[in-house]
């Protein structure tokens, strides 16, 4: 693999006073110095891990100078000059890599998978991907305010492989989008060369694809970089566009050290040893009387002194200690529960009204909450939630969004961390598969990791019954309820629908809010007409008795209500749980410890499911009190069918009244 960039560098006459000149030296110069102290540590097995940028140093420091201080950059674990070129004290850098209390991730995380708000930085997961759409997000909520901001977002060529890739440059083309997307071209995708990963000339070519402007760097040279991106960037602000940049450079080390690069030839490696970045420019400030010897031992001097301060104030830390209660507590941003109170005018709505309305007085309550989904806009969605709302709240708020629910989802993580509040409405439930990556990895951590909230609910119209097979038809809330970090809302009626989407949109976390399609206009109910919230973790009692306690949610509670009504049955507690997550284990114990049975009715299939959850709790908690086995009823262990009479076999409805008289008659 031959370069056409090998070779010495040239630089190109320019403006900069040498005052700037010398900032450029010394700001590429200290992540040398740190990575090359960094790898000293890594033999001595006082670090565990090493992602080399030696080599880039000039990308990093170019961008980083180029950009205002209050401007978000997205790096990656190569791109230590952006972290330095911020001014991060040394020593929480390192106390972050030997996963200390004062890095940025209570020991949680290492690396650069960390974000600083303070430092308005935004570090990445090893998914990649979804860095680039969370970019999209935090320029979406600059353009939206009318400020003059942009943010860089940075990935490796292989990142541009993934589907994120494109769905975010997409995005940010159709909604014009004030991002740069800097793409580090090193050479190889740990050990596979470019020439196995795409075949356009360049990555570069990408963006016309979108839309976009796009450029190549020499990206180991610093002036052209840092001169070419202050020019970029200025021009961004005033128009907001997003571009394309593709930085020429390579990778002088192993894709983390314990790689090796074995897999380099020798002459190609020679050749990108000759455009070393830091040594070409300080020839260049040499020549030129710039910078002379006594300068950069002073450099060199202050760096290091730096650098020892910071590894003994680091070394001086105890080791992190574990500590239950704060390590549950830190999963979800705590915020109090505001409690809106109902009023006494009431209307007899539809729960798809209930949404409709919740979301509408939402929207009045929070200016900064932006709706997001598949022809939410003029068509109002395929189930008319948001009909009418364009007009009431205009396309800056009301956003329809190509087919791409991954890049959506990391969209609205931006929008949570550029202080705006984002509703996603998957078309259908089913579809959150497409965006499962960033939902389970990025929203449900992000708290956890480095402290920063995922402001977001994603609405999930789900469900059977509707004919709509096995596409549109899964109710899929166990997929999500065993991931830490995400709550799972799944009402039964309209009064607790509006009341809970209300709360659902207060809360700071990231919350899953399943609607079942087939109650959206069969269900209907006294709501109350104003504003109001009911709390996030608390079942509802809907029916008292002394045997059997009935545990459902969702549909499911409309088949309980109806099979107590066939069978006469009166001496049940039916329990709706609304929540899933946190789930009120209080009220099914309570109950259970009372009637000494119980049965758990979902509409998932069983295996694997919320029912078995339930039933396990009841189990290890309420074994003594219990007067017959656990009962659970649920669908069939199958994919959801699209036939009628397919699909009323497959639902567990009829399977519970067997289960029900079964456990009437223990």
Not at 245 to 255: A, L, P, Q, S, V
Not at 572 to 594: C, G, N, T
Request: proline share 4%.
């Amino acid at each position: 693999m031959k370069s056409s960039l090998a070779g010495t560098i040239k630089y190109k006459p320019n403006q900069l006073s040498s005052e700037v000149l010398l900032e450029l030296y010394n700001e590429m110069l200290k992540p040398r110095m740190i990575e090359e102290k960094m790898l000293i540590l890594l033999r001595q097995g006082k670090i565990s891990k090493w992602f080399s940028g030696i080599g880039q140093e000039a990308i990093s420091i170019g961008v980083t100078m180029a950009l205002e201080d209050d401007e978000y950059i997205l790096p990656m674990h190569r791109n230590l000059g952006v972290f330095t070129g911020r001014k991060i004290p040394l020593e929480k850098l390192f106390a972050q890599w030997q996963g200390k209390a004062s890095g940025f991730t209570n020991g949680r995380d290492r690396s650069f998978h960390f974000g600083t708000q303070e430092y308005k930085i935004v570090g990445m997961i090893s998914h990649l991907g979804p860095q680039l759409g969370v970019a999209d997000g935090i320029a979406l909520a600059h353009k939206i305010r009318k400020e003059k901001k942009l943010c860089a977002v940075f990935s490796g060529e292989g990142g541009t492989s993934e589907g994120d890739f494109h769905e975010a440059l997409n995005i940010a083309s159709v909604w014009d989008l004030p991002v740069l997307f800097c793409i580090e071209n090193n050479g190889y995708g740990l050990s596979t060369p470019v020439n196995e990963q795409y075949r356009c000339k360049d990555i570069a070519d990408r963006g016309i694809a979108y839309g976009m402007e796009s450029f190549i760097i020499d990206g180991n040279n610093i002036l052209e970089v840092y001169t070419k991106i202050l020019e970029i960037a200025g021009d961004v602000r005033e128009n907001p566009r997003p571009v394309l940049i593709e930085f020429k450079t390579f990778r002088m080390r192993g894709h983390e050290e314990a790689s090796g690069t074995k897999y380099v030839p020798d002459e190609l490696m020679n050749e990108w040893a000759q455009k070393d970045p830091i040594d070409n420019y300080r020839n260049y400030l040499f020549e030129r009387d710039i910078l002379d010897e006594e300068k950069e031992e002073f450099f060199k001097k202050e760096i290091t002194e730096e650098i020892e301060n910071g590894l003994k104030v680091a070394y001086a830390e105890s080791p992190v200690t574990f500590n239950e209660t704060k390590e549950l507590n830190d999963v979800f941003q705590n915020k109090e529960y505001e409690h809106f109170e109902k009023n006494s005018e009431t209307v007899n709505i539809r729960f798809v009204d209930a949404i409709s309305q919740a979301l509408e007085q939402s929207m009045q309550r929070h200016e900064n909450l932006v709706c997001m989904g598949q022809d939410i806009a003029e068509y109002g969605g395929v189930f008319k939630i948001t009909e009418g709302f364009l007009e009431k709240f205009g396309s800056d708020r009301i956003r329809n969004t190509p087919i791409c629910e991954s890049g959506i989802v990391s969209t609205a993580m931006g929008l949570s961390i550029n202080g705006m509040k984002a509703m996603v409405e998957m078309q259908f439930g089913d579809f959150v598969s497409s965006g499962f990556n960033p939902l389970v990895n990025y929203l449900a951590k992000v708290h956890y990791r480095w402290n920063q909230n995922a402001d977001v609910v994603i609405r999930m119209p789900c469900g059977a019954g509707v004919g709509a097979g096995p596409f549109h038809s899964q109710t899929n809330e166990a997929w999500f309820a065993k991931v830490p970090g995400l709550k799972i809302i799944y009402p039964a009626f309209p009064y607790d629908a509006k009341g809970l989407l209300n709360t659902a949109i207060n809360d700071p976390n990231p919350v899953l809010f399943f609607e079942h399609k087939g109650l959206y206009r069969s269900i209907r109910q006294e709501v109350p007409t104003n504003y109001y919230t009911l709390p996030l973790g608390k079942a509802s009692l809907l029916k008292e008795g002394e045997d059997i306690t009935i545990i459902s949610y969702g549909a499911g509670v409309h088949w309980a209500l109806e099979c107590l009504e066939e069978i006469n049955y009166e001496k049940a507690d039916l329990i709706d749980l609304r929540s899933l997550q946190p789930l009120d284990e209080e009220a099914i114990i309570k109950s259970v410890s009372k009637t000494g049975k119980a049965i758990v009715l979902t509409e998932d299939s069983l295996f694997g499911s919320i029912a078995s959850e339930i039933a396990a709790i009841i189990s290890e908690k309420c074994f003594e009190k219990l007067d017959a086995p656990v009962m659970r009823a649920g669908s069939l262990e199958t994919p959801i069918p699209f036939a009628g009479t397919l699909e009323k076999g497959y639902l567990g409805k009829e399977r519970f009244r067997e289960k029900l008289i079964e456990l009437i008659e223990y």
